[in-house]
């Protein structure tokens, strides 16, 4: 009988030791971390544009009733825009379809710039970024005798509002009037109230054809009286890819 509890005992061990569960090692989740971006210099500072409502089709525009075109005012004279004197190591990308050129350095600021014609674009870009996120030029057909402001609201400009998308004259945006006199300028700008910032304006801009509407960088169009069937969309951002000392590209183009 002395046995008993001895043998009772090392049962109870048995038994406990038998329904101890077992440790889980739980798997260690993965986390995705998506793929890094290049990002376009202009866009920590850029008004971001949403997708626009409305899609301008420049070459395929049906034509609207008639009109009655006011003659422009001010005839440029009869002058021929200054030769092209490319800076040291630049290139020239002349397009005979759209019947412009223009004078680019392939190797600026430590990057490559390349050179894409698209249809009636022309985009110029850094090597390390989507064309179509680079700066580019558009080729629109002009009337002859037509303005620049009358051919802007007639091919752009229907359908939007006119008292908060006005289409006005500029002047030369690159070089202080050492321009050509037969080159004419113009803009899309947004009705702005004294003391409005770009915040207050984004709604009315919104209202506003895309992306020839521009607020916090530079877009304009461009016109050549020598050559008046057709007239130029730049859209250029807030940096400058040049195409000499002091001299961006799109101060080099040239109407064929």
Request: charged content about 15%.
């Amino acid at each position: 009988m002395s046995r008993q509890p001895g043998l009772l005992l090392v049962l109870i061990v048995l038994l406990a030791s038998s329904c101890t569960p077992r440790s889980v090692v739980t798997p260690a989740i993965a986390s995705l971390t998506p793929a890094a971006r290049l990002t376009d210099p202009a866009e920590e500072t850029a008004v971001p544009a949403p997708s626009p409502t409305r899609v301008v089709s420049p070459t395929a525009i049906p034509s609207p009733s008639p009109t009655r075109v006011a003659s422009p005012t001010a005839v440029p004279p009869p002058a021929t825009a200054p030769a092209i004197a490319p800076a040291a190591g630049a290139t020239t990308h002349t397009s005979a379809a759209l019947g412009i050129r223009f004078s680019y350095l392939p190797s600026q600021h430590g990057q490559t710039v390349k050179v894409l014609e698209q249809g009636d674009k022309i985009y110029v870009y850094p090597a390390n970024m989507e064309p179509t996120a680079g700066q580019w030029v558009q080729v629109f057909r002009k009337r002859a005798g037509e303005s620049l402001v009358a051919a802007i609201t007639r091919v752009i400009m229907p359908g939007y509002p006119s008292q908060d998308c006005q289409v006005r004259q500029t002047t030369d945006r690159h070089s202080a009037g050492s321009q050509a006199p037969n080159y004419e300028y113009a803009a899309i700008v947004v009705r702005r109230a004294p003391g409005e910032d770009d915040a207050a304006v984004l709604p009315r801009w919104r209202t506003c054809p895309q992306p020839y509407t521009v607020v916090g960088g530079i877009g304009y169009f461009q016109s050549d009286a020598l050559h008046p069937g057709k007239f130029l969309f730049f859209s250029i951002g807030q940096y400058t890819i040049l195409a000499g000392a002091d001299q961006p590209w799109q101060a080099t183009i040239r109407f064929e």
